[in-house]
């Protein structure tokens, strides 16, 4: 992966081998830490870069902020504006990844959240593919269960919880599937290690509601959206048992890093024809054309980066 070349470090923008953290920071030794990732698309035709729902972006930011008592002096909009400058200064003419990182900066001993500084900082670099079998991934059902609510808030970007994820994709990997479903503490149907989960029965699409310990992804509010008001789909908010999903017809993965991932096949059983099913594939289509800014109705989703 290339370096950037700048962070917003300190409350200003200065070259990244600038933005460095002592090895006794606060959130460096505990986790404490909350972050985001934000996906900025390149538009060619208009030589204009747009970051895709930042301002949505920056309030579950300021959100889990909230949650680990993280004094943050920022707005959403203010976030979102200086996310478009650190682009700018970066050159980046192309598409992206940007992750903010809310840290406890104090260098001391002691597991807490109370009386603690809280500091900010943002990179950007240029991304493409985070998964390479987009149109048709094979994945396990983890052993792992993810983090429970009243363990480490499930719904907060919280740095510590995402060793949790790091289990559950290392062992899918290392037992030669391109990522797992990871059940919650009751035996349904939570997500993937990092995105949201869809699945499709009976014609009706199903996906968990967030009071089953799924991290509120943006990206899924925003296919729930694309789903109902574009193709016409009933959608359904509802716990999830483990079984349904090898009986479903059609399954995917949706987040900023993944986007819109189809799962052809769970634990070695084909998912409907295992192949790209038909509602995925038109789904995939039209979020790529809104995140580039191509679909008029959904434009505001899009914040341009360059002054035209
Ligand atoms: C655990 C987890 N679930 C779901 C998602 C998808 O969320 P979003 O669509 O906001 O990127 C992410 C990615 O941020 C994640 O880390």
Known sequence: MTLPNFAFFKGRIVPYSEAKVGVLTHTFNYGTGIFGGIRGYWNDAEGQLFIFKPHDHFHRFLESASLMLMELPYTEDQLAKVTAELLRTEKL?????????????????????????????????PFGQYVDNEEGSHVTVSSWRRIDDNMIPARGKIAGAYVNSAFIKTDAQRAGFDEAIVLNQDGHVAEGSAENLFLIRMGTVCTPPVTEN?????????????????????VVERPIDRTEIYLSEEMFFCGTGVQIAAITKVDHRPIGTGQLGPVTAKLRKLYFDV????????RECCYPVYQK
């Open 214 to 234: 799924i991290l509120e992804g943006i990206t899924r509010r925003t296919v729930m959206g694309l789903l109902r008001d574009d193709l016409g789909l009933q």
């Open 93 to 125: 003419r192309g598409d992206c990844y940007i992750r903010p990182i809310g840290y406890f900066a104090d260098e001391i001993i002691g597991v807490r959240l109370h009386s603690l500084h809280a500091d900010l900082a943002i990179i950007a670099i």
């Open 291 to 298: 995140v580039r800014g191509n679909v008029p109705k959904y």
